[in-house]
């Protein structure tokens, strides 16, 4: 029991201080490939607390729904920590429901975040609640998909039975069915996570923003929670990425050493999976809005050809 | 007098729960009256699935009585009608044999005809009343066709006997039998694409009819599908359940697709039915095709997943038309651009609406989350079944379901966002006042239902299953193990949920960052100013987004579907074309099944009768020559 819990905290201590580094590093890596110096990795940190010291300036049309969103978003991506499995195969909440139940979690603050985004009454925050929606509604299909083609070699969709069959047989790591389930998987984490080609989360301009056009109102110790919760999303959906198709060194125990070992693993392949997020970021342009769903079906496709492939190939 | 009416139906309603839980928790009874009318008299048996259907429409009415208690107080309109009708749907499921099921359906069809004629004042709501008319007979001669044709091959009137006889029919035999009642059912339940009359008929009516016929009476097509599938006819080939499955794919994404561009708030809530519906078509087409494989576990899972869906959808759809109602009430308009800023108006309905909207998106851990969640895994099981095309519609139904609740949530952020927040877009909406204590209650009521059934899982399911496996087919566990208090626990570590969990971690997750913020020293002064824009002297309402521009980007992704029009109409200036007095644009979308398939056989049939009009003179002698023939032309073929 205490193990559990201690393995909980843990976890959500990774999650939630490790997020804003990511983003850092990021934002570092990208500014050298593009020949800039860039800020330090740990710029992210020192933003935060600088958000947390102003005052929050609120519209005066909001309503509670706005106050209460940053929170509700926070708790959700905390819970999301608790089930995915990022040091060890069978997270304390692992047993609450699972893929499904994250793809439902981040929906969650989707939802409340496109509300926030219209309560404010301003045109900005409408036009980004339904582009926001709109990407996320697409991209839904392709991450059940995903998941599915995986669920169906590993004959479970706990996420922990996943990781354990692919820790136990290794070569499905390279099977066509398995790539092609991570390149779809890969393409969805841009568009839910708000990156470029989808979004761009370093631009303020009106005609080309998504998430940053819904989060426009916030200011203070909300917009901090929701910068933060952003962070954290990524971190989840890179997490994902790594442990569900590279599990290595994510371990069944829960003893100190192997969970050690598990978190350098992590944040090896973390590292690895932030640098190829830079590559793409760098090196694409941002695409029309009503490209993106040319993307997003392109990727619904790389799904269906890996669950068909399994289908074929067994 | 009309306050008594909605009591005694709350009263009702309160005895087909209790009945219908008995009925579910295994009590069987039998009422039978056999010299009331003819053709094997009136016979009313209490099963499982008969008493979960009526518990079912309790469930509803309840609710809706108590909220019209307050709504509709003000006229006896209507009143008797709101009775027969409840008391006739709970006779629907309880009924044992063609008579008595017969006079039961066409009642209800009748009653909620007059409840939809209830403002008849005006055109939209005759026109609605129309058109349900028509498709609801339509759907009543499939079913007398089918129900009449069993009975001719099995010698009996009564359903059990048909129970008995049914699987020595022959192949042909019972398809046909499924063919017509499956049109004849799927026709009451919505199904696309005989839904034509579901978008007009419900919002035409008061809502808390509206609220009984989404929540309660569509179930009953859903009821005659499920009971004629796999309880009369016993289960059949693979086509019933691959055809139900897809039928539900159609209904869940074409019915969120319509929803999406939707801007009349109870015309929205009626495609959502649809959708819905859809989406309990999933599951129980899965329970079939699972059955049909003689996997009895999983047939299990797949029926209980489309019994849950059916109260869930019960719940927040009721809910939600009772709050629509406590807005039109309020303000008088059911156009969602006229409407907005509500949430400082309203907060009851408000908040209560949120709920509904969180439970309808399947935001955990609500009960809508816990009934997809449950058809997600029963179908993600599907590779047991070794025939790859039967796991490719399995494919399909998992990819429909996931666009069909990621479009819902889009849907619902419009709902919610453009009628209850930013600022009043009419003068009717910034007046808006409060619901008063009756239709609170009744919203509440529902609240706190969604609330249980999202959290309570582990106590629903093993009570759902036990209807369900009776109809599950053989192999089937007649008490499946289905995890403890806290999980609820897939057959072999496929997957499991814990909706308690998921709440407490939620709870948790929203009190940390408040006690982190403190301890971080976070600022705690905030300052009202207005929304900034860019320069701009004052923020009107006609600044704020509108539902239309909302629903744009789904419109311009899915044109191939809404395939929209543009119309463009400017009047200029006589004196010159360089200045312009009006100008107006329209952006409809049109509906391809009325184009391609409705408006041919309308316009067939009116050919039809414009041929025939041509014996029709207006000559008695004439007639009475007509007469003759058909006398003569009848004792030759006799």
Not at chain 2, 61 to 66: C, K
Not at chain 2, 87 to 106: G, R
Not at chain 2, 163 to 177: C, E, I, K, V, Y
Not at chain 2, 321 to 339: I, N, S, W
Request: glycine content about 10%; charged content about 10%; overall charge positive.
């Amino acid at each position: 029991m205490t193990g559990t819990v201690a393995i909980g905290l843990l976890q959500i201590l990774v999650v939630a201080l490790g997020a804003p580094l990511l983003v850092g590093v990021l934002r570092t890596l990208e500014a050298r490939l593009v020949g800039r110096r860039g800020p330090t990795p740990w710029q992210p940190y020192a933003d935060l607390r600088k958000l947390l010291g102003k005052d929050a300036v609120v519209s005066e049309t909001a309503s509670w729904v706005f106050r209460a969103t940053p929170y509700v978003l926070a708790a959700s991506m905390l819970v999301t920590a608790l089930v995915v499995p990022v040091l060890v195969t069978r997270p304390p909440l692992g047993f609450a429901g699972n893929i499904v139940l994250l793809m439902y979690l981040f929906m969650l603050g989707t939802f409340f975040l496109a509300l926030a985004g219209l309560d404010t009454g301003s045109a900005f925050g409408g036009m980004g609640s339904s582009r926001e929606v709109a990407v996320a509604a697409l991209a839904e299909p392709t991450v059940i998909l995903a998941v599915f083609a995986l669920a169906l070699r590993a004959g479970t969709i706990n996420l922990g039975g996943v990781v354990e069959r692919v820790e136990r047989e290794p070569w499905l790591a390279a099977n066509p069915a398995h790539l092609l389930a991570f390149a779809a998987f890969f393409i969805v984490m841009l568009a839910e996570a708000g990156r470029l080609p989808v979004d761009n989360p370093a631009t303020h301009l009106e005609l080309t923003m998504i998430h940053e056009a819904m989060v426009l109102e916030y200011s203070g110790r909300y917009l901090a929670l929701v910068e933060w919760a952003s962070a954290m999303k990524l971190f989840v959906f890179l997490t994902l990425l790594a442990n569900l198709f590279f599990p290595w060194g994510v371990t069944s125990l829960a003893d100190p050493v192997p969970v050690a070992l598990g978190l350098l693993a992590l944040a090896g392949k973390l590292a690895v999976l932030t640098a190829l997020l830079a590559l793409v970021e760098t090196s694409v342009a941002k695409l029309r809005l009503f490209r993106v769903p040319e993307l997003l079906s392109g990727s619904f496709a790389l799904a269906l050809l890996s669950v068909l492939a399994v289908f074929l190939l067994r | 007098m009309a306050r008594l009416g909605y009591a005694l139906a709350a009263l009702v309603g309160l005895a087909a729960t209790a009945l219908g839980v008995a009925g579910m928790l295994g009590r069987a009874g039998t009422l039978a009256v056999p010299w009331l009318v003819p053709l094997g008299g009136l016979e009313l048996t209490l099963d499982p699935l008969g008493g979960f259907f009526l518990a079912l429409v309790g469930f509803v009415a309840v609710p809706a009585s108590v909220y019209a208690i307050g709504y509709a107080a003000g006229s006896t309109r209507g009143v008797l009608a709101y009775l027969v009708f409840i008391v006739s749907m709970c006779a629907v499921p309880l009924a044992a044999n063609v008579m008595t099921f017969a006079i039961a359906w066409e009642l209800m069809s009748l009653a909620s005809y007059f409840l939809v004629l209830q403002e008849r004042e005006r055109r939209e709501a005759v026109d609605a009343a129309w058109v349900y008319a028509v498709m609801t007979h339509a759907g009543l001669a499939c079913l007398l066709a089918g129900m009449l044709l069993l009975a001719a091959w099995t010698g009996s009137v009564r359903f059990a006997d048909w129970r008995a006889a049914a699987p020595a029919l022959s192949a042909g035999a019972r398809d046909l039998a499924f063919l017509l009642l499956a049109v004849g059912f799927a026709g009451k339940a919505g199904v696309i694409p005989l839904h034509v009359w579901l978008p007009l008929a419900h919002p035409a009516a008061p809502s808390h009819v509206s609220a009984l016929m989404s929540g309660v009476m569509i179930k009953l097509g859903v009821y005659g599908l499920v009971r004629a599938g796999t309880d009369w006819l016993g289960g059949g080939p693979a086509w019933w359940g691959t055809a139900v499955l897809l039928a539900g794919v159609v209904s869940a994404v074409v019915g969120v697709l319509y929803a999406l561009v939707e801007h009349d708030l109870k015309r929205l809530l009626a495609f959502h039915s649809i959708e819905n519906v859809g989406i309990i078509l999933i599951g129980v087409g899965a329970g079939m095709l699972y059955r049909h494989a003689g996997l009895g576990e999983l047939a299990l899972l797949g029926l209980a997943a489309g019994l849950y869906h059916t109260v869930n959808h019960a719940a927040f759809k009721g809910l939600l038309f009772l709050g629509a109602g406590a807005v039109v009430h309020a303000t008088g308009t059911r156009d969602m651009e006229r409407l907005g800023g509500l949430v400082k108006r309203m907060p009851w309905t408000a908040a209560c609406f949120l709920v509904g909207a969180a439970a309808i998106a399947a935001l955990p851990p609500l009960n809508g989350f816990v009934s997809e969640w449950l058809t997600f895994v029963a179908l993600l099981q599907n590779t047991r079944v070794a025939a790859p095309a039967l796991n490719l519609v399995f494919a399909l139904g998992i990819a429909g379901l996931a666009l069909t609740s990621g479009l819902a949530m889009a849907c619902f952020v419009k709902a919610y966002g453009i009628t209850f927040l930013a600022l009043p877009r009419s003068e009717a909406a910034g007046r808006a006042r409060e619901a008063g204590a009756a239709m609170r209650a009744g919203m509440l009521l529902l609240v706190a239902a969604c609330v249980a059934l999202g959290l309570g899982p582990t106590v629903v399911l093993p009570r759902l299953a036990a209807v369900a496996a009776p109809l599950a087919g053989p192999g089937a566990p007649a008490r499946p193990g289905l995890g403890d208090w806290l999980t609820v626990q897939v057959p072999g570590d496929f997957a499991s949920l814990s909706t308690l969990a998921i709440a407490a971690a939620l709870a948790l997750g929203l009190a940390a960052p408040l006690v982190a913020l403190r301890l971080a020293g976070a600022s705690r002064r905030r300052r009202l100013y207005e929304t900034w824009g860019c320069g701009r002297m004052l923020q009107t309402a006609r600044m704020a987004y509108t539902a239309t521009a909302f629903a744009n980007p789904f419109k311009r992704v899915f044109d191939f579907f809404y395939r929209p029009v543009k119309r463009l109409d400017i009047e200029f200036h006589p004196a010159s074309r360089l200045f312009v007095e009006r100008i107006e644009y329209a952006n409809p979308t049109r509906s391809i099944f009325e184009d391609w398939l409705y408006r041919p056989v309308l316009d067939a049939l009116h050919a039809a009768a414009r041929h025939a009009r041509a014996i029709q003179s207006g000559s008695a002698n004439l007639y009475l020559a007509y007469i003759l023939v058909a006398l003569l032309v009848l004792l030759v073929l006799a």
